[in-house]
């Protein structure tokens, strides 16, 4: 069964860096990019990059490129999202994503990271 | 870069049909057959419900169908259930190399 579990709720302050993480199992996760979508409260989803475990190659969208930082580690099957200076306006829930076929598809989701900053 | 474009609500009652829009340009829905939807329930992680437009994965019901007709594709909902009432997103691959999503549409079920 391919799943992926993400680290925990996360409350931190403006200027703070945070890291947070993505352990996937049941498949074979250097064969498949895993990418980051946010929700930030009351909105909808926006994709905002994928790596590729098995080159570590990284696509990022336009908005997030500059403002995160995608990396793995695939002799844990671990994803990584990393911000070395949070803003408010990062308040969001954060999914990891299992992407197949490129980027044709997610077929599986993370259950969700919930990261708060707040003064 | 902005979202697909899908209405923000649509409604329906249990036993009817409801279609879902979702529009986009020539560099994304209408450039790939690569579309795909997604259904949210309050408080719980996104569900694939269509892939590559109109493709159902194991475990969706039938009820579920996916279209797509120039820079526009559509899901199809019939016989609705109380348990379909839920946000759905549409996604599409782009010329850039990213995934595009669809602003969402709030289905509810009269």
């Known amino acids: 069964e391919v799943q992926l579990v993400q680290s925990g709720a996360e409350v931190k302050k403006p200027g703070e860096s945070l890291k947070i993480s993505c352990k996937g199992s049941g498949y074979s996760f250097t064969s498949y990019y895993i990418g980051w979508v946010r929700q930030m409260p009351g909105k909808g989803l926006e994709w905002m990059g994928i790596?590729?475990?098995?080159?570590?190659?990284?696509r990022y969208s336009p908005s997030s490129q500059g403002q995160v930082t995608i990396s793995a580690d695939r002799s844990i099957s671990t994803a990584y999202l990393q911000w070395s200076s949070l803003k408010a306006s990062d308040t969001a829930m954060y999914y990891c994503a299992r992407h197949n076929s490129g980027l044709r598809v997610i077929d599986y989701w993370g259950q969700g990271t919930l990261v708060t900053v707040s003064p | 870069q902005s979202a697909l474009t899908q209405p923000a609500s649509v409604s329906g009652s249990p036993g009817q049909s409801i279609t879902i829009s979702c529009t986009g340009t020539?560099?994304?829905?209408?450039?790939?057959?690569?579309v795909s939807w997604y259904q949210q329930h309050p408080g719980k992680a996104p569900k694939l419900m269509i892939y590559d437009v109109s493709n159902r994965p194991s475990g969706v019901s039938n009820r579920f169908s996916g279209s797509k007709s120039g820079d526009t594709a559509s899901l199809t909902i019939s016989g609705l259930q109380a348990e379909d009432e839920a946000d759905y997103y549409c996604s599409s691959s782009t010329s850039s190399s990213t995934l595009r999503f669809g602003g969402g549409t709030k289905l509810t079920v009269l």
């Open positions: 790596i590729h475990p098995g080159d570590y190659e990284t």
């Open positions: 020539s560099s994304d829905v209408g450039g790939y057959n690569y």
